[in-house]
Each structure stands twice: as C-alpha cells, then as structure tokens.
C-alpha cells in the first residue's frame, strides 16, 4: 500500500511558476514509476508528465512540454512537478499517481496506475 500526498499548489499569475511535490508513504516508493495528472473544471482528468522507477526517463503531455520538469528524490520518497510559463489552460487540480508495472508505451494509461493522492488545487487566473 502506498500513500501519496500532493502540496504546492496555489494561486499563481500567468507566466509565473509553482513547484509541486508529492510524498509517498512506505519504503517501496523506488519500486514504483510515478505520474502527474490533471483535471481541469468540467473536463476529464488527463495525462501531465511521468518518470520512471530511476528517473532517468521523463514523459509529458505535448501541452506541457518545455514548460513542466518532473523529477523524484528517492530517498525522501517525493517526486516533484516544477512549472513555469504557468497558462490559464492549465488551472486543474493536480494528481500524483504511482505505478507498480512498467511504463513503457503505456505511460499515460490512467487506469494502470495503482494508488493515487487526493490531489492539489493550481488556478492560473485569467
């Protein structure tokens, strides 16, 4: 069972940017492959970013890509979502999501992600 808890969100000005961080329970969070996914007001939940069990490969959404960094500290069981050139299209409540199987092609498959945080509040006013 693995835990996972999201902070860093907030309210932020276009152009600004916030650093999400998600804490993950238990001593097994190297063994897991780790995503960001968001939600947005009256849109479906969707695929951010996700990296593997090393880090040493990174995934994201064409929306977000050159804008978001992904990243993961292992030892302090925390992977991070660093956003800059924040828009108004990406104001969402914000997921982590772990991973037990292999991302591969797959990376951005919601329903195969295991265990999922309750999520952390980005508005980017427009």
């Known amino acids: 069972q693995v835990q996972l808890v999201e902070s860093g969100g907030g309210l932020v000005q276009a152009g600004g940017s916030l650093r999400l961080s998600c804490a993950a329970s238990?001593?097994?969070?190297?063994?897991?492959?780790m995503g960001w996914f968001r939600q947005a007001p009256g849109k479906e939940r969707e695929f951010v970013a996700a990296i593997t069990r090393s880090g040493g490969i990174e995934y994201y959404a064409d929306s977000v890509k050159g804008r978001f960094t992904i990243s993961r500290d292992n030892a302090n069981h925390t992977v991070y979502l660093q956003m800059h050139s924040l828009k108004p299209e990406d104001t969402a409540v914000y997921y982590c999501?772990?991973?037990?199987?292999?991302?591969?092609?797959?990376?951005?498959?919601?329903?195969?992600?295991?265990?999922w945080g309750h999520g952390t509040q980005v508005a980017v006013p427009s």
């Open positions: 238990g001593r097994t969070f190297s063994t897991y492959n």
């Open positions: 999501a772990a991973r037990a199987s292999t991302l591969g092609t797959t990376y951005y498959y919601q329903d195969l992600y295991d265990y």
